[in-house]
């Protein structure tokens, strides 16, 4: 079964510092990596997805994600980090319905808090 | 969250009565979805639709059901056979049903049993 895992609850950075929040991920074929935010009582917004090509992927709100195949992983990072970063953090992944509809697999979720 | 509406933004719902959950999108999407968001937990689908008067059920689909009359609506009325329907509702729309295609969502409904 393809799934997606997040390692930390919680990850803790000042402001200013760079941040990085953590994906792996188990698909059996080529995988389809997304991240997205979560404000309180929000819904998702889409951050940036890794389909094919550059294994680093540029996002909104200076975001951006590195692919890693031999790690299986996909890790949020931003250079310098800022008080209004802080919120909930998804990375999902494509996995296959069968009849061979696609939807996608979600991580527990990681809270950022960035703290002055 | 632009261009994809749910309402009510708070629902309370009394035990043995069925609440519906509205949601509009004017992306011109063809596939919609609905999700359920528990504290400590990931989102789990509970209903996809890939066009209009088509729908499957996702991994939580027991106790929910859903209608696709129309591109832009795909309502989800939660049933009393849902035993704990507590939850944040989330619902999103993406071009189709491609791995490639980003979802996106709308602003939630968060709907609390009494």
Redesign the interface.
Known sequence: AQSVAQPEDQVNVAEGNPLTVKCTYSVSGNPYLFWYVQYPNRGLQFLLKYITGDNLVKGSYGFEAEFNKSQTSFHLKKPSALVSDSALYFCAVRDRFSGGYNKLIFGAGTRLAVHP | ?GG?T?SPKYLFRKEGQNVTLSCEQNLNHDAMYWYRQDP??????IY?S?IVNDF?K?DIAEGYSVSREKKESFPLTVTSAQKNPTA?Y?C?SSMG????????????T?LTVL
Do not use: V, W
């Not at chain 2, 049903?97 to 939630?108: K, M, R, S, V, W």
């Open positions: 969250d994809i749910q400590g937990q990931g989102l789990r689908l996809y890939q499957q996702g944040f989330l999103a049903l491609a791995g490639t295609d980003t979802q996106y969502f709308g602003p939630g968060r």
